[in-house]
T-cell receptor, first 113, second 116 residues
Framework: EAQVTQNPRYLITVTGKKLTVTCSQN?????MSWYRQDPGLGLRQIYY???????DKGDVPEGYKVSRKEKRNFPLILESPSPNQTSLYFC????????????FGQGTRLTVV | AQSVTQLDSQVPVFEEAPVELRCNYS??????LFWYVQYPNQGLQLLLK??????PVKGINGFEAEFNKSQTSFHLRKPSVHISDTAEYFC??????????????FGQGTTLQVKP
């Protein structure tokens, strides 16, 4: 079954404590991206990756890092989380960079206190 | 710059009634258009997409959407809704043939509330 898997699904953490949200896809897609979803704002892209070792900033990259060492994995790293990063995060993958068929993970609800 | 506006944040409707969720977009280039559905505590699922050709386009669960280039709209419709259609719906666009980030630009979302 085609899947994008994120972990954890829920996370409560404290300000400044580094955390990583993992994302893995089993469709051999080259294009992957991270979005955050906030009420009234829809989803906004944080970072994206066109292929292994190729990553770039999206619209809201401040406070986040990513890496793409393998095609299937695209972790999102928060080096020093702050309360304004409390949000619902989605990882997505697509066969093409125009996202004509994007698959989304189940989401990670992060609360930073 | 691209933008997507969903004109209604909430749409309450009775079961078996028709529904239309409205979406307008702004872009200086051609776009691909999408509707996604998000059920409670789940990820986004592609409902339908318009890449080119004839309109309306049909999607899953009996939904269809009409692309109107002159009005830059992509409204989602269903002739008869079910309780199970209660969810949040997102309209999104992606630029055609551009060397930009390839990102999806999303609207703010519309919550469809189907009442018995």
């Amino acid at each position: 079954e085609a899947q994008v898997t994120q972990n954890p699904r829920y996370l409560i953490t404290v300000t400044g404590k580094k955390l990583t949200v993992t994302c893995s896809q089993n469709m051999n897609h080259e294009y992957m991206s991270w979005y955050r979803q906030d009420p009234g704002l829809g989803l906004r892209q944080i970072y994206y990756s066109m292929n292994v070792e190729v990553t770039d900033k999206g619209d809201v990259p401040e406070g986040y890092k990513v890496s793409r060492k393998e095609k299937r994995n695209f972790p999102l790293i928060l080096e020093s989380p702050s309360p304004n990063q409390t949000s619902l995060y989605f990882c997505a993958s697509s066969e093409d960079w125009q996202n004509t068929e994007a698959f989304f993970g189940q989401g990670t609800r992060l609360t930073v206190v | 710059a691209q933008s997507v506006t969903q004109l209604d944040s909430q749409v309450p409707v009775f079961e078996e009634a028709p529904v239309e969720l409205r979406c307008n977009y702004s872009s200086s280039v051609s776009v691909y258009l999408f509707w996604y559905v998000q059920y409670p505590n789940q990820g986004l699922q592609l409902l339908l997409k318009y890449l080119s050709g004839s309109t309306p386009v049909k999607g899953i669960n009996g939904f269809e959407a009409e692309f109107n280039k002159s009005q830059t709209s992509f409204h989602l419709r269903k002739p008869s809704v079910h309780i199970s259609d209660t969810a949040e719906y997102f309209c999104a666009v992606s630029e055609v043939g551009s060397s930009n980030t390839g990102k999806l630009i999303f609207g703010q979302g519309t919550t469809l509330q189907v009442k018995p």
